[in-house]
């Protein structure tokens, strides 16, 4: 067979632990926040001293990082950005993702990084593609409303490199053409201060002669999920798949990753889909806290199935992340730093780096003194027997409903 | 400072004309958001006001995938003939009309572009075509002093006329209707929400997707006279949801302002208006309010934090270098207490005592009071 395309899995990560946990699982590349200039204000975020760590972690794992400068900047903000460039060239990373002119003038300015144009220019068609080329991009992280045969087309005509997402929340708006938290909150959306008016419920009194008013969270868009779409990625030849959510948990982040980068392998050696493992990746993807699902608008235009007219957070998660595996070897046992308590006689499921899931019955818990517990608590670490397989770094998960 | 408008029908234009206004925007409804006008009315209206004198400038401002793009070129050469000016905003419109077009272009820049190397980027990509830039109506009045000052091109602000604030190509509203208005070319509602504290959001749902306006709109006309002092060129009022005659009293206000006429004139006005960011933005003075400032403490000397904590037995650090048995330590507490720590006690997860426990590893020390979890550790 010929050498099968494989896209890039570029995974989310919201500080340095969570670029670790999508590295391990996967993640061909990750973006990546710095203090400023991101659109993720309340984000954990990378000080510089972490940026450094996570691209030498990434790089010596084979992967990529990408920091995003897409805040729309305005003139005193541009002034400290020449200093972060500089670093951001000094400590190799591979690209920085942005989305106002002003700030592809200036990296291109100071240095050779790698430009690719922010969704947040809401990047929708060959013409666009080429004049962001012409500016000095090499890759297009495409608006959300692009189907993926419509970035095929712009990757072949525009000759950039194409980004689409595959994964994760979505903006009802274009991207960067939602100003409401502006005016309504005094918080600028367009530099991380987005309220998320969208997910509210309006009343809606659209002149009809009757007194009552619709209510609906009309402006709320499900979650976007691409997985069965994925050989048309391919066959398109996209060169970047993006899972949205920087600011979602550890669980979400190695999940994703393990599973469309799983998927894509799998696809690599055996050029299709025909697998038992495709509902398994799915019922992978149900584990993570999510919205219902859509396709958006991957394969046609997204109609009124894509709005998610519930109330958030009303879509419990059946699963539940309880901690990560901080060291495990024949000595120490499997340590445990734990997020959400269990309890003793538990089902726990380990999730591997690569492979289905390995159940673990907590029966014998212990604290860090070898002391036996009932129950685990919160921001404390405890230790269960060694058991082969289990690596530093891997999630725990536990059914909950 | 000229003042740039609407029409949107042959009254519009005679009210147009009688001010003594040098130009219009007209829109045509597949290539204008609120474009009503069919590819026939457009001709005819673009003929009319050509009669009058008036420099006819052609609003395309939707965004557009590759399909919707390739749709509405087909109609373009038929229409640009009647069109002094093309007026675009999705960046591949203006990538295809330099290269596809003689006509002068004004760019809209009025989403993000805050910053004035952008707008130069703008105008320096069609040299010589590039006649006007249309200014977000973010930015306060010492940056548009700036930008109107040091920008090669004219400027244009919006000084009048509905604030949008979301714009998406879905149709939001459709699902909810009922078949009457369905059948309509577009569908409005006022929505409110319990989450907010304005009341009467306008929307719109038409054939480029829902839009969602403020409840009130944007007026800059009390400082007509200090924009036109700063040398702002065009001041652009939109009255395509109001009455059109409110044109004259504009008008004349802009022209020589009067405090009792126009105080008059807003409390008689249907909406409630408002300066937006003119005096000042500020919307980026809450974000520092949002970080978690012991979280941006992690450079220098950080050594790592502490997981577990058991009192009178040890503290737990996760190690982000090597800790040695004769290092000092300075632990942050979250609330901000410090603490100096020598370690007399140095256990690795196996609970052997050792001399060094390496970066990536986690480290038991003594325990030290007042220290929690979450405590950030770093080399004194
Ligand atoms: S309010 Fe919703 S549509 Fe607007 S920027 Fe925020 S997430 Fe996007």
């Given amino acids: 067979m010929s050498e099968q395309f494989v896209p890039e899995v570029l995974a989310p990560a919201g500080g340095l632990d969570k670029l670790k946990v999508a590295v391990l699982y996967g993640a061909s590349a990750v973006y990546v926040g710095g203090q400023k200039f991101g659109l993720r204000t309340a984000a954990d975020n990378f000080t510089l001293d972490e940026l450094t760590e ?16 897409n805040s729309f900047l305005h003139d005193k903000d541009l002034s400290e950005l020449p200093e972060f460039v500089a670093h951001l060239e000094a400590i190799k990373v591979d690209a920085v993702i942005v989305s106002d002119l002003g700030v592809v003038q200036t990296v291109r300015d100071l240095s050779t990084i790698p430009i690719h144009v922010s969704t947040q220019a809401s990047t929708l068609n060959v013409e666009a593609a080429k004049l962001w080329k012409k500016m000095g991009a090499t890759r297009i992280v495409l608006g959300r409303e692009v189907s993926i045969k419509e970035a095929g087309i712009i990757k072949r005509q525009a000759g950039v490199e194409v980004e689409l997402f595959i994964h994760g929340s979505m903006c009802m708006a274009y991207s960067g053409n939602c100003v409401i938290s502006n005016f309504t909150q005094g918080r600028d959306s367009n530099r991380g201060g987005c309220a998320h008016s969208c997910r509210f419920e309006y009343s809606l009194d659209m002149g009809l002669d009757t007194e009552e008013k619709k209510k609906a969270f009309f402006m709320s868009s499900k979650d976007l999920e691409g997985l069965r779409v994925l050989p048309e990625f391919i066959k398109e030849e996209i060169d970047s798949l993006k899972i949205e959510g920087r600011m979602k948990s550890h669980l979400y982040a190695g999940t994703m990753s393990k599973v469309y980068s799983e998927a894509l392998k799998y696809y690599a050696q055996n ?58 070897n024949a000595k120490a046992g499997i340590v445990i730093e734990v997020r959400n308590a269990f309890n003793q006689g538990d089902l726990l499921e380990i999730v591997p780096f690569l492979g289905p899931a390995i159940l673990i019955n907590a029966n014998e818990i212990v604290d860090l003194l070898m002391r036996p517990l009932t129950r685990t608590k919160p921001t404390t670490l405890v230790r269960l027997p060694y058991r082969e397989g289990v690596l530093a770094q891997h999630l725990i998960r536990q059914k909950v409903h | 400072m000229k003042i740039t408008t609407y029409a949107q029908n042959l009254h519009d234009l005679n009210l147009i004309k009688d001010q003594g206004i040098t130009e219009v925007i007209l829109a045509h409804k ?47 050469p038929d229409l640009i003939k009647h069109v002094d000016v093309l007026r675009v905003q999705d960046p591949g419109a203006l990538h295809w009309a ?43 009045k010492a940056v548009i002093e700036e930008y109107v000052q040091t920008l090669t091109v004219p400027c244009e602000l919006l000084g009048f006329g509905r604030i949008l604030l979301f714009y998406t190509p879905r149709s939001l509203l459709s699902p909810l209707a009922p078949e009457k208005l369905i059948q309509n070319e577009e569908i409005l509602a006022l929505g409110e929400s319990e989450e907010s504290p304005h009341k009467g959001f306008p929307i ?27 040398g702002l060129q065009y001041f652009r009022v939109d009255l395509r949801w109001d009455k059109m005659e409110h ?21 008689e006005y249907a909406q409630d208006l408002m300066r937006g960011f003119y005096l000042v933005n500020k919307t980026d003075v809450l974000f520092p309010k949002l970080k978690n400032h012991r979280l941006q403490k992690r450079e220098g000397h950080y050594l790592g934090e502490v997981m577990d904590a058991e009192k009178g037995s040890h503290l737990a650090i996760s190690l982000k270098k090597d800790l040695r048995k004769s290092d000092k330590l300075k632990i942050l507490h979250p609330k901000g207490k410090e603490f100096e720590v020598e370690i007399f006690s140095l256990r690795n997860l196996s609970l ?23 405590s950030q550790v770093f080399l004194a």
């Fill in chain 1, 54 to 69: 996570g691209v030498c972690f990434a790089h010596a794992h084979g992967s990529k990082v990408y920091v995003v400068l």
């Fill in chain 1, 271 to 328: 050029g299709n889909f025909l697998s038992d493992d495709l509902v398994s990746w799915e019922a992978e993807l149900s584990k993570v806290s999510h919205r219902s699902y859509t396709k958006a608008s991957l394969v046609e235009k997204a109609d009124a199935t894509s709005i998610f007219n519930e109330r958030e957070n009303s879509n419990e998660n059946e699963w539940q992340m309880l901690g990560t595996v901080v060291e495990a």
């Fill in chain 2, 30 to 76: 597949n290539f204008a958001r609120f474009g009503k006008l069919s590819t026939e009315e457009f001709i005819s209206l673009s003929s009319r006001a050509h009669e009058f004198s008036l420099r006819v400038l052609f609003e395309w401002d939707i965004l557009m995938t590759e399909t919707t793009f390739q749709e509405v070129i087909q109609e373009l």
């Fill in chain 2, 98 to 140: 330099i290269h596809h077009t003689d006509r002068p272009l004004q760019f809209i820049a009025e989403n993000g572009n805050h910053n004035a190397r952008a707008l130069k980027e703008w105008i320096a990509h069609a040299p010589g075509r590039m006649e006007r830039i249309i200014l977000s109506i973010e930015l306060s």
């Fill in chain 2, 204 to 230: 719109l749902e038409n054939r480029h997707g829902t839009f969602m306006f403020h409840i009130k709109e944007f007026c800059l006309v009390e400082f007509s006279t200090e924009l036109r002092d700063m």
């Fill in chain 2, 247 to 267: 044109l004259k009293i504009l008008k004349s206000s802009i022209d020589n302002y009067k405090t009792e006429i126009f105080d008059t004139f807003k409390d």
């Fill in chain 2, 352 to 374: 052997e005592d050792v001399d060094i426990v390496e970066a990536g590893s986690v480290a038991l020390i003594q325990y030290m009071n007042g220290v929690w979890v979450k």
